[in-house]
């Protein structure tokens, strides 16, 4: 017997009792509410498939929300936190939420966009003189057959939008295994307690790994994003996200560490043979306090918050009466930028998958997938610990899965979805 299943034998028991909560996740004082556009009895499937996840020991809790015009139709609690504290999973459960911060991060940026106080098609260069001197690097053979890399001028600036889409040609090092990537893991970007102003400066030493503008690449556009708001606005990046977004949404546990430690007993944890060997994209221990306000991967946050942040969007930048974004704006954030006709590549690592092209911050999906009902216009995204979201303005309604699971998160994002989707009525 693996050390996974005797796991969640010794908690199976634990996980039968603990109580369903319900509380309100994106809208004040809202019940849940039955709707008239699901089939309840298949809206259970998915606590089955949740509840079977843990009994097979392949993740020791969750919390899901489905929410429809407004309202949560479906809010469960499933499992702990943690199979050593054995705490139950609530609705008040923090999480790490990795590259979910990217979209609070691209639309505090758009909000900057929206005040007129930057620009799509700026340079970077122009708010990080640092990134005037970009080179990008080619990997050639010379020749005794060895590859090397050659540095090459930009063919153009990197601008705000590249930033935005990922195709700035700044990448991670945390996977793949070209000669580019590999500088990026072994340079010395995360040493020390830095902040976002000594971030950009290291990472604008480091070579780009194609030219901007001609594939998307995933990795820490959004960390120099979060730089430009800093230079920008004149605050730090958390400070103007408390001030324009957080606070004003009633996202206030969102942030980038827990600085009380009497909250860490409410941190979600994985399962233990299910975790980083290595911090991923510069973060570690979300308790420990740091400079660094990764606007990439830093954020953690509960599925109260993030509901109401994915409730403001649907509802076209309003949320409780307050404008926080124009309506315009998130349609420009959730329509693709990347399409045939931008010429932008799609390489080994297109996470974003077949169907789908990339916004402002989001995937989006263009085409239905065959043999599933997964709507076009829908816009996603994830975190590489295991939280995950998508928004279906079509059907009026979000989905929000926060576990801790890195190994299992695709699986079940896909599988959980199809289920909502099967629940869904015509």
């Known amino acids: 017997m693996t050390r996974r299943y005797s796991v969640a034998a010794a908690f199976a028991l634990l996980i ?5 909560g319900r509380p309100n996740a994106g809208n004040a004082e809202a019940p849940l509410q039955v709707s008239a556009g699901f089939s ?36 469960e609690n499933f ?3 943690s199979v050593e504290s054995m705490l139950p999973m609530t609705a008040d459960t923090i ?18 966009v929206d005040d007129g106080k930057l620009g799509l098609d700026d340079a970077v260069a122009k708010y990080i003189p640092a990134f005037a001197g970009a080179k990008v690097s080619v990997e050639k053979r010379g020749e005794d057959g060895k590859s090397e890399l050659v540095l090459e001028p930009l063919n153009r600036p990197i601008t705000i939008e590249d930033l935005l889409r990922h195709t700035s040609g700044l990448t991670y090092g945390f996977y793949g295994d070209s000669a580019v990537r590999k500088l990026y893991a072994n340079s010395d970007l995360f040493e020390g307690d830095f902040d976002n102003a000594q971030f950009v400066e290291r990472i604008a030493k480091l070579p780009l790994a194609e030219q901007p503008g001609t594939l998307w690449d995933y990795g820490h ?24 977004l957080l606070d004003p949404l009633g996202m206030t546990e969102t942030v980038f560490y827990v600085a009380d430690a009497a909250k860490r007993p409410r941190i979600a944890e994985p399962m233990p043979d299910d975790r980083f060997v290595s911090p991923v ?22 599925i109260g918050d993030y509901a109401r942040f994915l409730q403001m969007l649907l509802n076209g930048g309003t949320f409780e009466g307050r404008r926080y974004i ?37 995937a989006v999906r263009t085409s239905t997938p065959p043999n599933v009902a997964w709507p076009t216009g829908e816009y ?47």
């Not at 996840?53 to 929300?65: C, N, R, S």
């Not at 920008?232 to 001030?243: D, H, I, R, T, W």
């Not at 510069?282 to 509960?302: F, K, L, N, Q, Y």
């Not at 998160?409 to 629940?423: D, S």
């Open 281 to 302: 994209a510069g973060i570690r221990d979300p308790m420990t306090p740091r400079a660094w306000e990764s606007g990439g991967a830093g954020m953690v946050g509960t």
């Open 380 to 426: 996603r995204w994830d975190g590489v610990a295991g939280t995950f979201f998508f928004v279906d303005p079509n059907d009026d309604m979000f989905t929000i899965c926060m576990m801790q699971s890195p190994s299992q998160r695709g699986r079940i994002q896909t599988e959980l979805k199809a289920l909502i989707y099967e629940a869904l009525k015509d």
């Open 221 to 244: 556009s959004t960390d120099v994003l979060g730089r430009v708001i800093e230079v920008v606005s004149g605050q730090s990046l958390f400070a103007f996200e408390k001030q324009r």
């Open 79 to 81: 499992g702990v936190r």
């Open 40 to 75: 309840q009895p298949k809206l259970q499937r998915v606590g089955d498939y949740i509840r079977n996840e843990i009994a097979t020991g392949k993740i020791p809790g969750a919390v899901v929300l489905i929410q429809q015009h407004g309202h949560p139709v479906y809010f």
């Open 95 to 112: 999480f790490r939420l990795y590259s979910m911060s990217k979209p609070i991060t691209s639309v505090a940026a758009m909000m900057l």
């Open 16 to 20: 039968l009792a603990v109580a369903v």
């Open 326 to 362: 124009k309506a315009e704006t998130i349609a420009l954030m959730t329509s693709d930028h990347i399409g045939p006709e931008t010429k932008i590549a799609r390489g080994q690592f297109y996470f974003p998958g077949a169907n789908s092209g990339f916004g402002l911050g989001f």
